[in-house]
């Protein structure tokens, strides 16, 4: 199945989530399509993690997405539960300005509750539009792929040195090369081709035409 967005946009709840979902995939598309990425925390609240700002535009570089298509958030990490209102009207202004045909977001499976509280937001302020959830290893319970996107090499490449870039994580097992590779391989195997990154269907809004 083919499928394209004119506008697809990509949102995340911390700095890498994108990257460590779908870096792959943002990589094959950035150069074909209007992409935006927007992280609703930039975990600057953190005195640990004071350099994850840099380091996710220094990744999103990488992967070939413009400084002016990332968008970092106002809220605050671990407590998205408590600012559900102002993060469902967050993404209605998205909606309104980016005007999205095609959105990713965490997965269902996914126990972080910053994680799943923007992604049931993401569903009630895109009604009528496609969105699919990617998986954050890390905190996922029970994910299986059932929209698998066939990804090239250079495309894994680019997301392993994108995620390199975070030298605060660096020594965290979900930033491990061979584990995100053989994610992509273990995901290709399931679609018959060399690499794949793969989604949650949350919905899929489609037109059967000849």
Same mark, same amino acid.
């Given at each position: 199945? +083919?499928?394209?967005?004119?506008?697809?946009?990509? =949102?995340?709840?911390?700095?890498?989530?994108?990257?460590?979902?779908?870096?792959?995939? =943002? *990589? *094959?598309?950035?150069?074909?399509? /209007?992409? =935006?990425?927007? $992280?609703?925390?930039?975990?600057?609240? +953190?005195?640990?993690?004071?350099?994850?700002?840099?380091?996710?535009?220094?990744?999103?570089?990488?992967?070939?997405?413009? @400084?002016?298509?990332?968008? =970092?958030?106002?809220?605050? $990490? @671990?407590?998205?539960? !408590? %600012?559900?209102?102002?993060?469902?009207?967050?993404?209605?202004?998205?909606?309104?300005?980016? &005007?999205?045909?095609?959105?990713?977001?965490?997965?269902?499976?996914?126990?972080?509750? /910053?994680?799943?509280?923007?992604?049931?937001?993401?569903?009630?302020?895109?009604?009528?539009? $496609?969105?699919?959830?990617?998986?954050?290893?890390?905190?996922?319970?029970?994910?299986?792929? *059932?929209?698998?996107?066939?990804?090239?090499?250079? !495309?894994? +490449? &680019?997301?392993?040195?994108?995620?390199?870039?975070?030298?605060?994580? @660096?020594? @965290?097992?979900?930033? +491990?090369?061979?584990? $995100?590779?053989?994610?992509?391989?273990? *995901?290709?195997?399931? %679609?018959?081709?060399?690499?794949?990154?793969?989604? !949650?269907?949350?919905?899929?809004?489609? &037109?059967?035409? &000849?």
């Amino acid at each position: 199945m +083919n499928f394209f967005g004119k506008r697809v946009l990509f =949102l995340g709840a911390h700095p890498d989530d994108i990257e460590l979902g779908c870096g792959a995939l =943002l *990589h *094959h598309i950035a150069k074909q399509t /209007d992409v =935006l990425c927007v $992280t609703l925390s930039d975990n600057q609240k +953190n005195p640990d993690l004071q350099n994850v700002k840099d380091e996710h535009y220094a990744s999103m570089q990488v992967l070939g997405v413009p @400084r002016e298509k990332i968008v =970092l958030g106002p809220f605050t $990490t @671990r407590v998205f539960p !408590d %600012a559900r209102q102002e993060i469902l009207e967050y993404f209605l202004k998205l909606r309104k300005d980016f &005007k999205p045909d095609l959105i990713f977001v965490h997965s269902k499976n996914d126990l972080h509750q /910053d994680h799943l509280t923007m992604t049931d937001e993401a569903l009630r302020a895109y009604r009528g539009i $496609t969105v699919l959830g990617f998986d954050v290893v890390r905190s996922s319970y029970g994910f299986f792929p *059932h929209f698998i996107v066939e990804v090239s090499e250079e !495309d894994v +490449n &680019k997301k392993i040195e994108a995620l390199s870039q975070y030298e605060t994580y @660096r020594d @965290r097992y979900y930033f +491990n090369a061979e584990l $995100t590779r053989s994610i992509m391989v273990r *995901h290709g195997a399931l %679609a018959e081709c060399p690499f794949a990154e793969g989604f !949650d269907i949350l919905r899929i809004v489609g &037109k059967f035409e &000849k």
